[in-house]
């Protein structure tokens, strides 16, 4: 590191992973971010995109190597990172307030005002302003990750680890969210990682992609996305874009082509 400049905000060091006596999942995965890095993981099924994710987050212990969040074990990092997963994992007992209000509540020292506060700020940064009085059943797919973003953005998190949040979601809902959640990005300035098996979808996020191989997990390319933010429908339709989609695609091609 040169000196002067910031260290990483998430550094991997020959991180291995498996689980008990299980074949190798992830092997010597080095990769550092920077803050302020929108980092797209892409691959093919059981490459272990997720698994990283969750080895960042500390739900789950490295085999081997290391890994630093924030200067820190990720296990002492709490507080610092939220995850959005694939599914919104709403409690349908619980209107939309009081689910985006469940971190703060978990974490505790936050007093009810201040909650208040935080909720409705979060709601209003995803356009569910208007509700909060609802519950889960009464949302579509989209209002529903809405408020699982809400829930995660709750915490004021530097980190958001992003599990295939709109990989559900019909084409224009889920462009419709790109879009949004890059906006709030400009506003917030976390860091993100972002798990999708859409290569166009990385290629709007994501300043970084990285390519993973699978059996066991490697990195495998990364490649550098030099489009300029704020994204929107017209950078999907440049020439520049489209010209990415095509050469990340055909890196996937060959990787898939690696499978046994």
């Known amino acids: 590191m040169r000196q002067g400049t910031a260290p990483p905000i998430v550094e991997l060091r020959d991180v291995d992973k498996r689980f008990g006596d299980g074949p190798l999942i ?21 490459c272990g995109k997720s ?15 290391r890994i630093v969040v924030d200067g820190t074990d990720p296990s002492s990092a709490v507080g610092r ?7 919104p994992t709403l409690l349908p007992w619980l209107n939309v307030f009081r689910n ?13 005002a201040k909650r208040s506060e935080i909720v409705s700020r979060s709601l209003a940064l995803v356009r569910l302003a208007d509700r909060m009085d609802y519950y889960p059943r009464q949302l579509s797919g989209g209002q529903k990750m809405r408020v699982s973003i809400a829930r995660a953005l709750s915490v004021s998190p530097r980190i958001l680890l992003l599990d295939e949040p709109f990989g559900a979601l019909d084409e224009i809902t889920r462009n419709h969210l790109n879009e949004e959640l890059l906006a709030i990005r400009q ?9 999708t098996h859409s290569v166009a979808e990385a290629v709007f996020m994501s300043n970084r992609i990285l390519v993973m191989s699978a059996n066991p997990g490697r990195l495998h390319e990364e490649l550098r996305v030099d489009l300029p933010y704020p994204r929107t429908e017209e950078t999907r339709e440049s020439a520049p874009y489209q010209k990415l989609v095509g050469e990340v695609s055909r890196i996937l091609r060959s990787v898939e082509d690696l499978k046994p």
């Open 187 to 195: 506003q917030l300035a976390w860091t993100a990682f972002f798990v």
């Open 100 to 112: 985006v209000e469940v971190p703060l509540r978990l974490h505790g020292g936050v007093g009810a």
């Open 26 to 46: 992830l092997d010597k995965v080095s990769f550092a971010a920077e803050r302020g890095d929108f980092i797209t993981l892409i691959g093919p099924s059981g």
């Open 51 to 65: 698994t990283i994710l969750r080895l960042i987050s500390g739900l789950i212990p490295v085999s081997e190597g």
């Open 81 to 87: 990172l939220a995850f959005v997963f694939q599914e």
